[in-house]
């Protein structure tokens, strides 16, 4: 299948994804901080990045912008994935350049599917 | 007036004191004037009688006269006999004289001598006529008699022309006399009238003015507004009254402010605590149904069955947590009402699908029928069906037999109107207020946090509606919702709109009149500008979002005003340096101090035009420090 790498500084939901995306079959990579998130992207060149946007030292946004800045990683597919889901955050984040956007929480039942959609 | 150091009471006592006085006043300048009028007509009855006398004394001297030559013509006994007894009569006619003119002594005098001595002729001539001297009684006659007569006509006529003369200027004098007492009492009663309005204007206006600044005060304190003073100049009872309305309105501001402040920070802190729980209910509930799926391996049953108490149990938490959440969300303004065209059959449908299971398993029947229900409503779809979901669950949880009924009708005006009636234990009418307030139930009832029905009703009123209850102990609760059957209609031009690019600029127009975005944007036409129209209770949310370049401000709105709304602009870093034009039919000086320009409703293009280039210019100054 395919392999993904997980940015979540929360362990509770890194666990969970990983958990579920490894029962799905996937290969996954995880990091917990964006400047961590940028490294294993430029390493393992994941088929999809699954990128929190509130990390605690340069936050989601900054991460996409570098991962996008390098011709290594320039197109990978990376989706935002939050908990502050507001009005208008999927519209910002599209336009910020991410593939995908996923709100926190997560639904146990469908994330696999979800994910596998981002895949294809 | 005002600022005489007396009660009023005196005040007033002293202008009634006055108008009386003047009423005095009035009422004796007219008597004195009467009473000379009438000594006037007397003098004048006096003139008259005087001139009757002169005359009747000149007639009887011409009757004694005649009287005299008659019998000389003839001298018999009888005519002698008839002119003596003229000439008797004479006596009542000098004492006439002199009781009617008492004041004309000297002339009266003269004259009594002339007729004294012209009696004497007379009788003298009949002496001799009545010896048989008739010449010699001619000769007399001619002689003294005639020369006598003259003189005492002549006297006579000088009392009767002194009189004339006399009755002329009196007649004179009285008309002069009648006219400058009509002029003296029409100037003074015009005065009396002038001055008792100009002193009671004065006073009046020194109490009803300040009554009116004070009421005018008051209503704005009723509305909320703490902000100023009501500056009465009196020293009477109205100043200590304003004074102590001074200070009820500051005591009140400070009170006010506090339970705000109060209120924000419960806000506040329930909104980040629910925030807060989420996460870990998040991984809770996550990894609950994970291993329900079996993403470590199988389970047993009993393994199955407890963990769906942790998830029965995890869920009915983030259900509360999300109600305080929701809750907060209203109050801070962040909520936003997104209209859309949806059947509300559909809807009834689905919500009552979801509490079949719930309502089977209680052996309450579930059902649903439509009146005359619209058959298409554009309101929040998501909002909407909270508030059914919340009606029909409370109805559920609160009835253990018999049935639950949902009813969508057109209402009144032909609106959305959904009523949920249960057979439960009903509520008393004294609790119909409490079951809409925060955390508050009916005592003694099943658990729930009690927040359902406030935010049902809250978020009913955000889209223009309300939730009402009645109910009857015993036979159950009936829950009405209405709502507008299209809530664009108040907003046309309230789409969402995308934040402001490029060298566009935004401007949010906050107005609960739905003419006025279109407006702005008319007059904006020539300028770079996009208007965008939230509905109010939106607006904060909307200014967070769409971060517009300037706001204008409707101060006067039902629910949250103006001035609240300007509070939570100032209070969030995201909109805290967003430009606030007040617009508004109050003064600018009754608009809220802390926004950067006031403009008067009805608006005109030039000002708008000239305030937006005035606060271009600040940015760009402050922007050069």
């Known amino acids: 299948m395919a ?118 | 007036m005002a600022r005489i150091p007396v009660p009023i009471r005196t005040k007033l006592a002293a202008l009634l004191g006055l108008l009386v006085a003047l009423l005095l006043i009035v009422g004796l300048v007219g008597i004195t004037l009467l009473r000379d009028a009438n000594a006037r007509a007397d003098h004048l009855t006096e003139l008259q009688r005087k001139t009757a006398a002169y005359r009747d004394l000149r007639q009887s001297t011409s009757d004694q006269l005649s009287a005299v030559a008659s019998a000389l013509t003839s001298p018999s006994a009888g005519q002698l006999d008839t002119a003596a007894r003229q000439l008797n009569l004479a006596r009542f006619d000098a004492e006439r004289l002199e009781f009617v003119a008492a004041d004309e002594r000297e002339l009266v005098e003269l004259v009594r001598q002339a007729h004294a001595e012209f009696i004497g002729g007379l009788q003298a001539v009949l002496d001799l006529a009545r010896a048989g001297r008739s010449d010699d009684a001619r000769a007399r006659y ?67 003015s300040p009554v009116r600044a004070m009421d005018r005060r008051l209503a704005e304190i009723a509305a909320g507004d703490f902000a100023r003073h009501v500056s009465v100049v009196n020293r009477d009872e109205l100043g200590a009254l304003a004074a102590h309305l001074n200070e009820m309105n500051d005591e009140l501001g400070r009170l006010y402010g506090e339970v705000e402040a109060a209120n924000r920070n419960k806000t506040a802190f329930l909104a980040s605590v629910s925030h807060e729980l989420r ?102 779809r998501g909002r909407t069906r909270q508030v059914l979901v919340n009606l029909v669950g409370n109805a559920l949880k609160f009835t253990e037999q018999g049935e639950v009924e949902v009813i969508g009708s057109g209402g009144s005006d032909d609106d959305l109107c959904i009523e949920v009636r249960d057979t439960g234990s009903g509520i008393p009418a004294e609790q119909f207020d409490a079951i809409f307030e925060e955390f508050r139930q009916i005592e003694g009832t099943v658990g729930g946090t009690g927040l359902g029905l406030p935010i049902s009703r809250r978020l009913a009123r955000l889209m223009g509606g309300d939730v009402t209850v009645r109910s009857t102990i015993g036979s159950g609760s009936t829950f009405r919702v209405d709502l507008p059957r299209d809530i664009r209609g108040a907003a046309a ?133």
């Open chain 2, 493 to 625: 031009s309230r789409a969402v709109v995308a934040p402001a690019t490029g060298g566009e600029r935004l401007l949010l127009a906050v107005d609960d009149d739905p003419s006025v975005g279109p407006l702005l944007e008319k007059m904006l036409s020539e300028r770079a500008y996009r208007v965008a129209a939230p509905l109010p209770a939106n607006a904060v949310a909307e200014a967070r979002r769409l971060r517009p370049n300037v706001i204008t401000l409707d101060i006067i709105m039902p629910g949250r005003g103006g001035q609240d709304i300007l509070r939570d602009l100032r209070s969030d870093p995201v909109t805290r340096d967003i430009p606030v034009i007040t617009l508004s039919v109050v003064d600018a000086a009754d608009a809220p101090t802390d926004a950067n320009a006031h403009l008067m409703k009805p608006l005109k293009k030039k000002d708008l035009l000239r305030t937006l280039d005035d606060l271009d210019r600040e940015r760009v100054g402050a922007g050069n420090r």
């Open chain 2, 279 to 380: 996460t870990p209910m998040n991984a809770i509930l996550g990894f609950t149904e994970a291993l329900l799926a079996g993403i470590d391996g199988p389970l047993n049953d009993e393994q199955k069955a407890s963990l769906g108490w942790v998830q029965r149990g995890g869920k009915d938490l983030l259900d509360l947590i999300n109600e305080v959440l929701d809750l907060s969300k209203i109050e801070a303004g962040k909520i936003v009402i997104a209209p859309e065209p949806f059947d509300p059959r559909e809807l009834l449908e689905t919500v009552i699908a979801q509490h079949r299971s719930l309502a089977t398993g209680k052996g309450v029947r579930l059902s649903w029928r439509e009146e005359g229900m619209p058959e298409q409503v554009v309101l929040d």
């Open chain 2, 142 to 208: 001619g002689t003294t008699a005639r020369p006598l007569a003259d003189r005492l006509d002549r006297r006579t006529n000088q009392l009767v022309h002194k009189a004339a003369a006399e009755t002329l200027d009196a007649v004179e004098a009285s008309r002069v006399a009648s006219e400058r007492s009509q002029a003296a009492i029409i100037g003074f009663a015009i005065g009396s009238v002038l001055v008792a309005l100009v002193l009671g204007a004065a006073l009046s206006l020194s109490i009803i």
């Open chain 1, 3 to 120: 392999k993904i790498l997980v940015v979540d500084d929360t362990p509770a939901n890194r666990v969970l994804v990983e958990k579920l995306l490894k029962m799905a079959g996937h290969t996954v990579v995880v990091a917990e901080t964006g400047l961590g998130a940028v490294a294993a992207a430029n390493e393992q060149h994941p088929d999809l990045v699954l990128l929190d946007l509130g990390l605690p030292d340069i936050d989601g946004w900054e991460a996409l912008r570098q991962i996008r800045a390098s011709p290594e990683t320039g197109t990978l597919r990376v989706v935002a994935f939050t908990a502050h889901a507001m009005v208008g955050d999927k519209e910002k984040a599209m336009a910020a350049g991410f593939d995908g956007y996923m709100s926190k929480p997560i639904d146990v039942g469908t994330f696999a599917q979800t994910v596998g959609g981002f895949l294809s």
